[in-house]
């Protein structure tokens, strides 16, 4: 399958109509490819993440090799960054972020939440456990600017298999 | 004479957008929207303000329906003024989003009273920068077919 190199695929999150609205658009504009979903449990669906047994830290080890051409392919034709808003109902963005932190296929995707509130301890936690970026609500096209240098460099990472 | 009247309701879109940003109506986020609406998505900011309105109105419903019962559940009061809060945020809708952390505030307080007047707020705010979008998308109709003809 010929892969546009540059193109990346962003997987948006959130409970908003509206914002998911804008959120697509915003990607779009700056020449993402965009897929939207309405909540944390659908995101992980998409991903091919099924949220229920991803207990896999037993044999991380040994699945860590024969995942490895798994991950590349997850990089270049899978998803390559993951925004989401905070306060969602059921899974919130911080929930989504944790399983994503968690499981051995995804980890290395970069992940970005999205607040229209500006609560330090929640900002500070978020960025402790993992988010690459806490953007405040409303997102502006400037914010969606600040995104590609996290996936450039993921995109670099993902070549290197025993980097971890 | 099309000219003419091309700039003639484009000067009473100017000045009513200004309005609207003068009066607090809308702020800059409104204008985010517009910059993000070009000719390969020319219907943009119409649909926003479409979602937006149906979205805005459905929870100005339930508002009321809460806001009427005999016990009042503020914590779902307040998870429905969150949801309106974060869409007039994202639409630029300023005073409405006000309004919005008024309710919030009453109903954290847990003041009936109070939450009733926050929300006869709201309900004003809303149908103030409704009924402004929707002479500001008349105009822009207006404008794009008097455009298309020249």
Redesign the interface.
């Known amino acids: 399958m010929a892969v546009d190199k540059t193109q990346f695929h962003v997987l948006a999150v959130d409970d908003?109509?509206?914002?998911r609205?804008?959120i697509e658009?915003?990607l779009k504009?700056s020449s993402f490819q965009v897929t939207v979903v309405d909540s944390g449990s659908k995101a992980l669906e998409f991903l091919g993440l099924n949220y229920e047994d991803d207990d896999h830290n037993d044999n991380e080890h040994e699945q860590r090799d024969s995942n490895s051409d798994e991950d590349e392919d997850h990089q270049d034709l899978g998803v390559n960054l993951i925004i989401t808003d905070y306060?969602m109902p059921g899974m919130t963005g911080y929930d989504l972020l944790k399983r994503i932190k968690e499981s051995s296929c995804f980890r290395d995707i970069p992940v970005v939440i999205m607040s229209?509130e500006n609560i330090p301890s929640r900002i500070n936690r978020c960025l402790e456990d993992g988010a690459e970026e806490f953007l405040l609500?409303?997102v502006?096209?400037s914010d969606v600017n600040k995104l590609r240098p996290h996936l450039m460099k993921a995109r670099s990472n993902s070549k290197d298999f025993d980097s971890h | 004479m099309n000219h003419m009247a091309i700039a003639a309701l484009k000067t009473q879109r100017r000045n009513l957008v200004q309005s609207m940003f003068d009066e607090g109506v809308l702020d800059n986020?409104f204008n985010?929207?517009q910059?993000?609406q070009d000719s390969s998505?020319p219907n943009?900011v119409e649909?926003?303000i479409a979602?937006?309105c149906n979205?805005a109105e459905r929870i100005i419903t339930e508002l009321n329906r809460y806001l009427n019962d005999q016990n009042v559940d503020f914590s779902k009061l307040d998870s429905y003024v969150?949801?309106l809060?974060?869409?007039s945020?994202?639409?630029?809708a300023y005073r409405l989003k006000l309004a919005c952390v008024n309710l919030r505030q009453a109903s954290e307080e847990r003041n009936k009273e109070e939450c009733a007047g926050a929300f006869n707020s709201i309900r004003r705010e809303y149908y103030v920068v409704r009924s402004k979008l929707q002479v500001l998308m008349q105009l822009e109709r207006h404008i794009v077919n008097l455009e298309n003809q020249q």
Do not use: A, W
């Open positions: 908003s109509l509206i914002d609205k804008l658009r915003l504009t306060c229209s609500k409303p502006q096209l | 986020q985010q929207l910059d993000l998505n943009f649909e926003v979602l937006f979205d969150h949801q809060k974060g869409s945020s994202s639409i630029g």
